[in-house]
C-alpha cells in the first residue's frame, strides 16, 4: 500500500508565478489535510479536505491560496501570485476517518519544498 | 485546544533510554494525547497514542499520569537514528487538525 503521495518534491517559482501542489492520499483514505513548515518552526495547519467538500479551511490565508479535492484525482493545493513569504516546505496528510470512537492518525507524505525567487 | 509544553531540546547517547516530558495542563475529558516524529526533510511519523495510564508499541511507551495534564514519551535504548523532532499534539475525537508545538529536538550521539 503506497503512503501519501505528493509531487513535485520541489518547486520553484518567480515572484507572481503560480504554485500548484498536488497530493494523492493513501489507498482507502478520504481526508486529506493541508499543513505549512516554514524553517526551525512547527507544522502549520491549512485546510482539511473531504473528497468534493472543504471542511475546515481556518488555516488558509485568506487571499491567493485555495484547496480542491476533487471526486477523481489528487488533492491540488494552489497558491497565486506567489511572495517570497511563501517558501515553505507544504506537507499533505490523510486519514481514514475523522472522529469517531477513536482518533485516527494522520499519514504525512514527503512534502513539497516551495521556494520563491 | 490544549496547549502543550515541552522542552526545547534534549541530548542524549546511543544505548540511553530517552524521556520526554509534555504538559497539557488544560487538557480536556475526551482529549488524546498523541506523538509524532519528524526527521528532516520529511513529514512527521505518527509514534503513539494513549488516553490514560500507559501505553506501550514497538517503538515507545507513553506514560500519562492519573490528572492527565502531562504524558511522558520514553524511547528505550535510543540508536543514533532516533535523532529527530518529536511533537507532543492533544486532540479530540471530533479533531482535525493537528496542532504542531516547535516540538522537542532530540539528539543522540555515539
Known amino acids: 500500500n503506497a503512503g501519501v503521495m505528493q509531487n513535485p518534491r520541489h518547486l520553484v517559482r518567480r515572484r507572481g508565478q503560480e504554485a500548484r501542489l498536488r497530493c494523492s492520499p493513501m489507498?482507502?483514505?478520504?481526508?486529506v489535510y493541508w499543513y505549512r513548515q516554514l524553517p526551525e518552526e512547527g507544522l502549520k495547519f491549512m485546510v482539511y479536505l473531504q473528497k468534493e467538500n472543504i471542511i475546515d479551511e481556518s488555516g488558509m490565508p485568506k487571499e491567493r491560496f485555495s484547496a480542491e479535492f476533487p471526486k477523481e484525482g489528487p488533492s491540488i493545493l494552489r497558491i497565486q501570485q506567489v511572495v517570497r513569504g511563501d517558501s515553505a516546505a507544504y506537507f499533505c496528510?490523510?486519514?481514514?476517518?475523522?472522529?469517531?470512537?477513536?482518533?485516527?492518525?494522520?499519514?504525512f507524505g514527503p512534502g513539497t519544498r516551495l521556494t520563491v525567487t | 485546544l490544549a496547549k502543550t509544553t515541552q522542552p526545547i531540546s534534549m541530548d542524549s547517547y546511543e544505548g540511553q533510554e530517552v524521556n520526554i516530558t509534555c504538559s497539557h495542563n488544560?487538557?480536556?475529558?475526551?482529549?488524546?494525547i498523541t506523538w509524532y516524529q519528524q526527521f528532516p526533510s520529511q513529514g512527521p511519523r505518527f509514534i503513539i497514542q494513549g488516553y490514560k495510564t500507559k501505553v506501550t508499541n514497538e517503538v515507545a511507551s507513553l506514560f500519562i499520569p492519573a490528572d492527565r495534564k502531562s504524558s511522558t514519551l520514553s524511547l528505550p535504548r535510543v540508536s543514533l537514528s532516533d535523532t529527530a523532532v518529536y511533537y507532543c499534539l492533544v486532540l479530540n475525537q471530533a479533531g482535525t487538525a493537528l496542532i504542531f508545538g516547535k516540538g522537542t529536538t532530540l539528539s543522540v550521539s555515539s
Open positions: 496528510a490523510s486519514s481514514r476517518t475523522s472522529g469517531g470512537n477513536s482518533v485516527d492518525e494522520q499519514y
Open positions: 489507498k482507502g483514505h478520504s481526508h
Open positions: 488544560n487538557i480536556a475529558t475526551n482529549d488524546y
